[in-house]
C-alpha cells in the first residue's frame, strides 16, 4: 500500500509538470482560459470507490480568492450531485485557490470531496456561518460549556454511506486562533467546531490531507463503522486548547495509519460516550487499529483511552508508532462514575523521546458533564498489553492508578526498556490499585506487577489475526472528466 501511495504521488507530479506550459499559453487567451485549463485536468488517487460524476466548485460560483465566502457554492454543488447517489456516486473537485467556507454539509452519499494540492479551505471567522446543533447524544451536552449546544463542523455529514474525503495533501485551514482566544476567555456560549465530523455512518475514508489550526479536534468519526484515516498532516501549535487529532468515537472497525500529528492535545484519543449518557448510548468502539502514527504533543498522549469512555473500549491495536517530546505514551482516562470499559488494549513497537511518562493509566480524572452521573458506575480496565518498546530521555517511567475498590487488572508489560532524563523522578514506577505482571522491563517495575522471568519474554502477545477493516480495499480512481 506504501508503494501505491508513493507511485500515485509521482504520476500526480509528472502530471502536473507536463501540463504547465499549457497552462500558461492558455492563460492569455481571456477570461475564459481558466475554464479551458481546468477542462484538461487529470489525476488519479486511491480511494475505497471511484465515482461516475464529477464538477468543480467553479462550476457553482466558487471563487478561491481568500475573501469570497463559498459556504453556498458548497451547498449548491452537493445539492446538485445528491442526484448522481444511486447513479455511479458523484465527486466535487477544488482546484487550486483559496476556498474561504463556513460550515457544509455533506448531505449525500457514494460521495468524494477531492482537494487538488494547491487547494486551500479556508474556515470562515464569521460565528454566523456556523449553525448550531444539538449535542451528541452519548454526551448529554457540548464538550466545552454546559449550555449544551455546539457549533456544527467545517465539514458535516449524517446517515451516510461510502464518503471519501481526500486530496493530493490539499489543506484545511480551521483559522482557529479566535477560537482559542474565546474560549481561553470564557466568551463562547457553545462548544467550537471540529474540522471534520460524520455521524452515524458506514465506509468513510479521509485522507491524502494537511489540517490546520482546528478550532478544537481535527477530524471527529462518531457512530460510524468501517473508518479509514490514512496519509493525514495534522499541526496545530502545541499551546492550543484541545486540539485533539483523530478521535474515533463509538465506531467500529476502525484504520488509522500513516499520519503525522502535532497538536495541543491528544494525537489520537479513542471515546465512547461521558458518563451517564455514554451508558445509556451503550455504543463502544471497538476493533481499531493505529498504526505508522508519528506524534508530537508535549502536555498529552500519543494515544489516549477516554477520558469519555463509558460506551466501552475494546480490542485496540496499535503499532509501530514514534513519539517525540509528548507527555505519555498510552494513557487510559476514567474516572468514578464513568461506568463503561476498556480491554483488549495491544500495543507494541513504540519509540518515544523526551516522554514525562512513557505508561499513564488514571482513575481520577474528572471533569462530568453534569452532577447526574450515577456514582456506583465504575469503569473496568482489564488486559492492557504492552511490548517491545524503546524511550529515552523519560522524567518518570510509569504512573498506574486504578480505582479503590476497582482494581485495574490483566495488565502485561514485556520487553521495554526506559532510559532516563538527566534529572528523572526518584519513584519510577506509582503504582495503585492494579495488579499484573512484566518481563524483561527497565527500570523494575513496582511490586504490584509479578515479575514473571526472562523466559516469560513472549508475554504480551499481539493479535495474530486481522480485523475486518483490513480486508477493505483500496482502488485507483482516475478521474478525467475536467
Known sequence: MDELWTNLRRTQVFNIIGLLGVLVLLNTNGVESGKKAHNLESFQYPAIS????????????????????????????????????TDGGSQLYIPPGKWLTGSFNISTSHFTLYLHKDAVLLASQDESEWPIIEPLPSYGRGRDNAEGGRYSSLIFGTNLTDIVITGDNGTIDGQGEPWWTKFRAKELNYTRPYLIEILYSEKLQISGLTLINSPSWNIH????????????TILAPVTSPNTDGINPDSCTNTRIEDCYIVSGDDCVAVKSGWDEYGISFGMPTKQLVIRRLTCISPTSAVIALGSE??????????????AIDS?????????????????KVYVRRMTLKTMKWVFWMTGNYGNHPDNNYDPKALPVIQNINYRDIVAENVTMAARLEGIPGDTFSDICISNVTIGLTEKPKELQWNCTDIAGIWSDVTPKPCDLLLDQGPEKIKQCKFPENSLPIDNIKIRTCCNKNF
Open 309 to 322: 469512555m463509558s460506551g466501552g473500549i475494546e480490542d485496540v491495536r496499535a503499532e509501530d508508532i514514534t
Open 327 to 343: 507527555e505519555s505514551g498510552v494513557r487510559i482516562k476514567t474516572s468514578i462514575g464513568r461506568g463503561g470499559f476498556v480491554k
Open 50 to 85: 471511484c465515482r461516475a460524476h464529477s464538477v468543480s466548485l467553479e462550476d457553482f460560483g466558487g471563487v478561491g480568492d481568500g475573501t469570497t465566502s463559498n459556504t453556498r457554492a458548497f451547498k449548491a454543488a452537493i445539492d446538485h450531485l445528491s442526484q448522481f447517489a
Open 221 to 232: 468519526p462518531t457512530y460510524c463503522s468501517n473508518v479509514i484515516v490514512q496519509g493525514i
